[in-house]
């Protein structure tokens, strides 16, 4: 289903149209990659803040396997590598991802509610930001590390 500017913005809930300016560059420069600092610093909590509570979960459980298996094993430096490539990866594609991602629950929804009104408030609702997300974000992160801490000690006492 197509997507258009003004949805994209009523997603983003983006007053100075950061993100849609982010997005129409990458779309007239063909490019896929652009920068987030927020992306970059803050991957869970920026996809918390923006909604994103899938990619999220994903990857808070992919850190949480990450920090407590794969990183106590490796070489400090290494360790600071792994994270700092983490980073960049999100930095680099994070807009890209959210555009994907806004375009997916812009289309969901136009395909679900057929009045046009009610798909703008349905949009700016499912968009937008949210520090209830953030918090979620955090906590889950502090849950799953501490489930897999325990399931990993809890197993070696067997």
């Not at 979960?57 to 430096?77: E, F, N, Q, R, T």
């Not at 930095?91 to 806004?102: E, I, M, S, V």
Request: charged fraction near 20%; avoid cysteine.
């Amino acid at each position: 289903m197509e997507v258009n500017e003004e949805e994209l913005n009523l997603f983003a809930g983006d007053k100075d149209n950061y993100y849609l300016k982010k997005w129409k560059n990458m779309e007239e420069s063909g490019e896929i990659i652009d920068w987030n600092w927020g992306a970059f610093f803050f991957q869970t909590v920026w996809m918390g803040y923006r909604k994103m509570y899938l990619y999220a979960a994903v990857l808070i459980g992919l850190l949480a396997y990450i920090d407590v298996v794969l990183i106590p094993s490796l070489h400090p430096l290494t360790q600071l590598g792994v994270y700092i490539f983490i980073g960049i990866l999100f930095g680099t594609f994070g807009n890209k991802l959210y555009l994907k991602h806004a375009m997916k629950k812009i289309s969901v929804i136009k395909s679900d509610q057929p009045d046009p009104e009610i798909q703008k408030i349905e949009i700016a609702k499912a968009g937008g930001t949210s520090w209830i997300g953030v918090g979620l974000v955090l906590l889950g992160t502090y849950f799953a590390v501490r489930l897999l801490y325990y399931f990993l000690n809890e197993g070696a006492k067997l």
